[in-house]
Every structure is written in structure tokens, then in C-alpha cells.
Antibody, heavy 123, light 108 residues
């Protein structure tokens, strides 16, 4: 059974940093691309970033480029999202999601989702 | 980056058929697959339809997807109370980003 468990969400001041983690189990982690999707309170879904199975190729939505860094440790079956320069508009539940292929450009969608971790940016 | 446009709400009575539209452009829906996600209240999204019209195992055949040109649709037939949820379409855009629809809340 595929399981994705996010952690690391917290209340952070504007300009602060945070690292989110997603522990994966139930599948061969290194064989699949992984992604982060966020949802601001009461709002819709927004894709944030994706990373290929080997961790060598990454993609970001424009609004987070230069501030967010997606990475993975395949030896620990863990996905990360490092966030710098947090802004109020980054307040959201951040979901980790498993993609169906190794490469993002081979057909990209979100097969399985974690339960999410809440990031709140406020002074 | 653009978004995919959906109606904010849709409703029906039990047993009815409801259709949700998703409008995009030639750089996303026009050239790539469309996916649909269901988000029940207070829960994480769940994959409902993949590659325009395919259902993952466990998704009832009451749910069906279609695509034509730069638009797509999700149909729910035999509407049930447990179908009350937010529904999102999604598609890859050739600008190397994933787009989600604006979301549609279905009320039964």
C-alpha cells in the first residue's frame, strides 16, 4: 500500500525558512517522479514543483522559482521541499504526491497524495 | 501562468447527471492529457480520471471524462450524496508547468 506522510509544517514569520519532508513507503521510491502541490485556505489546488526519479531534473511554478528547492533522498525514500523567503501568500497546506512515471515529461499526474502539512506565514 | 477555467459550482438531485466543464488552451488541454481529481471535505485530493477518460481501479463507472479540442468535461451520472465534493481538472502545459482548474463544488 502506498503511503505518503508529510511533516515539517509550522508557523513561520515572513522572510523565514522551512523544510518540509515527505516519507514514502509501499513502492520503489527511486523509480518514480514526485511532486508538491499546495492549497491555500479555502482556495484551489496549485502545483508547486516536481522532481524526476533520479533527482536530477526539477520543475517549479513561476511564483516559487528561486525561493523553493525540491530534492529527494532515495536511500531514505524521502522527498523534501526547502522554502526560503516565506511570504504570506505561501500560507497553505502542502501535499506530497506520487507521479506514475520516472520522468515528469512522460505523462504527469498525481496518483497518490499524502494528507498534507500546514505552513502558516504570519508575524 | 494561466489556469484552467471551471464553473464555481454545480448541483443536482440524487440520481441526476451533472457535467463539469474545464476550458484551457492549445498549450495545455489542446495538446496534453486531462486529469480529474475529487476532494471530499477536509481530505486530500484523489485521482478520479486520468488520460482524459480512464478510471483508476475503484472509481465507479458513474464518473466519466471526455476531451474535445481545448476543453474537457467530467460527468457524474446517478448522482449520490457522497459525491458532494470539490472537483479539479488538471493538465500539463507546454511552458513546463502543471495547471489545475479553478475547481467546481458539487452539491447534491
Amino acid at each position: 500500500e502506498v503511503q505518503l506522510v508529510e511533516s515539517g509544517g509550522d508557523l513561520v514569520q515572513p522572510g523565514g525558512s522551512l523544510r518540509l519532508s515527505c516519507a514514502a513507503s509501499g513502492f520503489t521510491f527511486s523509480a518514480y517522479a514526485m511532486s508538491w502541490v499546495r492549497q491555500a485556505p479555502g482556495k484551489g489546488l496549485e502545483w508547486v514543483s516536481g522532481i524526476r526519479g533520479g533527482g536530477d531534473i526539477t520543475y517549479y511554478t513561476d511564483s516559487v522559482k528561486g525561493r523553493f528547492t525540491i530534492s529527494r533522498d532515495n536511500s531514505k525514500s524521502t522527498l523534501y521541499l526547502h522554502i526560503d523567503g516565506l511570504r504570506a501568500e505561501d500560507t497553505a497546506v502542502y501535499y506530497c504526491a506520487k507521479n506514475p512515471n520516472y520522468d515528469i515529461l512522460s505523462g504527469y499526474y498525481f496518483e497518490y497524495w499524502g494528507q498534507g502539512t500546514l505552513v502558516t506565514v504570519s508575524s | 501562468q494561466s489556469v484552467l477555467t471551471q464553473p464555481p459550482s454545480a448541483s443536482g438531485t440524487p440520481g441526476q447527471r451533472v457535467t463539469i466543464s474545464c476550458s484551457g488552451s492549445s498549450s495545455n488541454i489542446g495538446t496534453n492529457y486531462v486529469y480529474w481529481y475529487q476532494q471530499l471535505p477536509g481530505t486530500a485530493p484523489k485521482l478520479l480520471i486520468y488520460r482524459n477518460d480512464q478510471r483508476p481501479s475503484g472509481v465507479p463507472d458513474r464518473f466519466s471524462g471526455s476531451k474535445s479540442g481545448t476543453s474537457a468535461s467530467l460527468a457524474i451520472s446517478g448522482l449520490r450524496s457522497e459525491d458532494e465534493a470539490d472537483y479539479y481538472c488538471a493538465a500539463w502545459d507546454d511552458s513546463l508547468s502543471e495547471l489545475f482548474g479553478t475547481g467546481t463544488r458539487v452539491t447534491v
